[in-house]
């Protein structure tokens, strides 16, 4: 699939050979070979690393946008060209919500394995959350609850839909968790809505769990964003 990044005169930043709205071609930005490999800088340095290319990341994960610009650009070849409306475009197109810029400042909502405080991302207001977990796992943490694994937080999906395809890089046929959303809420648990269907949190204690009927996640028909 052909994901260049390009920019369209009435409807904005795209994705793909022409605007979905108007179907004419814009102003090219980014192949989808760059486009591949920024996604992956990107990810590595607002979750990871921002040390390895220079960078100081404040207590909220917000990293200064020209100085990531420059520092991607001097230790990536390649990126000389970089400026702000390339970064700009890769969030404002990117279907899963995984990035902000605000005042100057870019950041990762979710994914991270460093400290940061995201307290300040919009709190959960949905009664379902889902997580999917493997056979093996099922019944420690139905007694235990969930815990962050190889993330500073548990990681969470608005639907069974999307919970459905985060389990796709470890199993065929997931077991899915729901979390009581309205009874976390009313016990003060804080869920924040982090990306477009990504729910994060410190942990969920076994009370809010039970087990998704297997009929339910058989009966849901996946098909790709992206």
Same mark, same amino acid.
């Given at each position: ?16 050979e022409t605007c979905?709205v108007c179907d ?26 921002? +040390? ?28 000389h060209w970089l ?29 991270? %394995? ?10 959960? +207001? ?12 099922? +019944? ?18 608005? %639907? ?49 769990? %039970? ?16």
């Amino acid at each position: 699939m052909n994901d260049m990044l390009a920019e369209c005169d009435e409807h904005g930043y795209y994705r793909g050979e022409t605007c979905s709205v108007c179907d004419r071609k814009g102003k090219f930005l980014m192949n989808d070979r760059e486009l591949d490999s920024l996604g992956r800088i990107m990810a590595g340095v607002l979750r990871h690393f921002p +040390e390895k290319v220079g960078l100081t990341m404040d207590g909220h994960g917000w990293i200064d946008l020209n100085a990531f610009i420059k520092a991607i650009g001097e230790s990536r070849s390649g990126f000389h060209w970089l400026r702000p409306q390339h970064i700009e475009a890769i969030i404002k197109t990117d279907l899963k919500g995984r990035y902000q810029i605000d005042g100057g400042m870019i950041r990762a909502t979710y994914g991270h %394995s460093i400290d940061v405080n995201l307290d300040d991302l919009p709190l959960a +207001e949905i009664d379902n959350l889902y997580y999917s977990v493997a056979e093996e796992e099922l +019944e420690v943490i139905l007694e235990h609850g969930l815990h962050p694994v190889d993330r500073k937080r548990v990681h969470l999906s608005g %639907s069974i839909e999307k919970a459905i395809e985060a389990a796709r890089t470890r199993t065929e046929e997931p077991l899915l968790l729901r979390i009581d959303g309205v009874k976390t809420r009313e016990d003060g648990v804080l869920i924040y809505h982090a990306g477009k269907d990504v729910y994060i949190t410190d942990k969920i204690d076994a009370k809010y769990l %039970s087990k998704v009927d297997e009929s339910e996640v058989k009966n849901v028909d996946i098909t790709d964003d992206e």
